[in-house]
């Protein structure tokens, strides 16, 4: 029987009609006026409203959320979400009793590691660890056919593994983070300074000069045209990328490493790193028969997953 | 109903008959005095005999063997234990025919991790973390309460992660492992080559010139002692032990990170630089509610957990 599947953003909310096989019949799409608890249950009302009425005759069973922060096991609180200014937000219970249908509300890689798993580039796998690099960096566990939570449900902080003790200050508040030297904010801080500091005219070229049009492709095109400055950011974010996957390869010893979020999609350069990277440094052992794969599902990966966990 | 739990190092093999609780009721311990496996499963099923006789008119149901290699996850061949010289024995396969019930096999460390999640310092908890250091570096990952074997069955070899890409060459012929700079052989090696080269009248004075005294412990105490030489080596060991382990802290945020293993359990230094790495280098929310412990089963542990995985 379909599912409903919620993907809540920091700045819109999108709700699916997703079917048992995770295929997409409808969905709807709702932006984020207000980031108030009680405006975001009735904006995602609205968006599964929509989903519904698109759907005429087709019988939705569970309801599963995928949302960016750090959520509470068992009871679907959110503890922590950084990108609507939330703290302990019962979310679960509030759309439970909102939409009058039990959900289910986890992380939202969580959710978009499961929908690749189930609909996407880990078919067929049971253990399977699935990377995200966009503005952040992420990470989701799957093994034995099952999410990996961990004891307070924030297993897969890839992006705040340490790579350089007492190094850049991350957005987390921490020092050294993967994600201070990889994640698509900082590649685009770090290519701000160069251009703003004149040091790289071809930065500057390829930008128009804008700071603003600055993106992590902006940067690797820049490395790629030999750009000093810009290659020494790329190479060390691929190189530490490379690294730490191939680490987590050789502790986890998965059947599929999948890639995606925006930064990987986009920037063929960084992948290549990363599969290199697994190649070099993965213990031989471990990477016997392992698939390396690119995330199939894109944008819609947490939307397919998270209705796929609510069934 | 009680189980038979068999460890099988590279010198002897024990086997025990363990209760439901990972309670040892009998152990029977035999040397391997030849390693083919013919004659290794005469050896187990001697100390197998050893065990039930003396615990006459229990009745034994599966059986369970930890072995230190890499064992393929479904039908328990050992593809390849280094100690013994095997290579693709199917060595289930065997031990059933031979003992004329169903047999178990999976890695040492995996059965060690499953004897203190069940019956030692794990109890109770169902994501926990178990890193052994002892001549070499091994972790198991327990998350829900199973398991992490990983799609090879290989999962878990800490040791072999990278932290010095291009460094020193590992026994399992890779460059820059963990284990070549913390393993308890290497530590060795390199306090032999300090005191060999005559830089370390500490050191010298520890093992009373005696090479073949040296020890971790020796290592470890000659540090504490302030011989420049050995803080460098035992310093640089205690502290890529604590940044690995406190990233995989971040990635599987377990509720229970026990410490093991030979090297660990003798040298209270190292176990202090992992604690210390772990809070100063782990993420803030994956160390929330972790707890710290040491191995409760010390060498028994694998024989316990092979036992129960026995079930």
């Not at 992380?107 to 978009?112: E, M, P, R, S, V």
């Not at 924030?154 to 993967?178: D, F, I, Y």
Request: contains cysteine; hydrophobic residues 45%; glycine residues 16%.
């Amino acid at each position: 029987m379909p599912t409903l599947g919620i993907d809540l953003g920091g700045t819109n909310a999108r709700a699916a009609v997703v079917d048992e096989h995770g295929q997409i019949l409808t969905s709807t799409k709702v932006s984020l006026t207000e980031r108030s608890p009680a405006a975001v249950v009735e904006v995602i009302a609205q968006a599964v409203a929509g989903a519904m009425v698109a759907a005429p005759g087709v019988e939705v069973r569970g309801c599963g959320v995928g949302a960016a922060g750090q959520i509470h096991r068992d009871s679907g609180i959110i503890a922590v979400a950084p990108n609507l200014g939330w703290r302990n937000v019962p979310l679960a219970g509030m759309l439970t009793e909102r939409l009058g249908r039990p959900v289910r509300v986890v992380n939202d890689l969580a959710a978009a590691a499961w929908g690749e798993l189930n609909a996407g580039a880990g078919r067929g796998a049971h253990d399977v660890y699935v990377v995200f690099v966009g503005s952040g960096v992420g990470s989701s566990i799957i093994a034995n056919g099952q999410l990996v939570r961990g004891g307070g449900g924030v297993a897969g902080e890839l992006g705040h593994t340490k790579v350089v003790p007492g190094g850049r200050r991350c957005g987390c508040g921490e020092l050294g983070c993967l994600e201070a030297y990889v994640g698509g904010h900082n590649l685009i801080a770090l290519a701000r300074e160069l251009l703003v500091s004149g040091r790289s005219t071809v930065l500057a070229e390829l930008a128009e000069g804008d700071p603003a049009r600055l993106t992590p492709l902006t940067l690797e095109r820049a490395a790629e045209a030999g750009d000093p400055g810009s290659r020494e950011i790329h190479e060390r974010a691929g190189q530490m990328l490379g690294m730490a996957i191939a680490n987590m390869v050789t502790v986890l010893n998965p059947a599929r490493l999948i890639l995606g979020g925006g930064v990987l999609m986009n920037c063929p350069g960084l992948r290549r790193f990363i599969v290199e990277g697994v190649q070099a440094l993965a213990s031989t052992t471990s990477r016997e028969g392992l698939l390396i794969a690119e995330a199939e599902l894109g944008d819609d990966s947490g939307l397919i997953g998270a209705a796929l966990l609510g069934a």
